[in-house]
């Protein structure tokens, strides 16, 4: 899986929905980019659809990519 993040303020996000949310945190970003896609705001959608991913990844008990 490749993540991609437009800027590091989405680490930020992602943890703070880590933190109210807890096992629920991705499908809270997946709401949020679905109530931006709905009102016609594609940057919010991206945005919250990469911190949806990332959350993913985060909860991930695989380690992803390349192991040194």
Do not use: K
């Not at 437009?6 to 991705?26: P, W, Y």
């Not at 709401?31 to 909860?59: K, M, T, Y």
Request: charged fraction near 20%; hydrophobic fraction near 50%.
């Amino acid at each position: 899986m490749h993540l991609y993040l437009a800027e590091a303020g989405h680490v930020a996000d992602a943890a703070e929905l880590i933190a109210t949310f807890g096992d629920s945190a991705a499908l809270e970003a997946a709401i949020r980019a679905g109530r931006s896609r709905d009102i016609g705001n594609h940057l919010h959608f991206c945005r919250w659809r990469q911190v949806e991913r990332l959350i993913e990844v985060l909860a991930s008990p695989a380690a992803l990519g390349t192991i040194h």
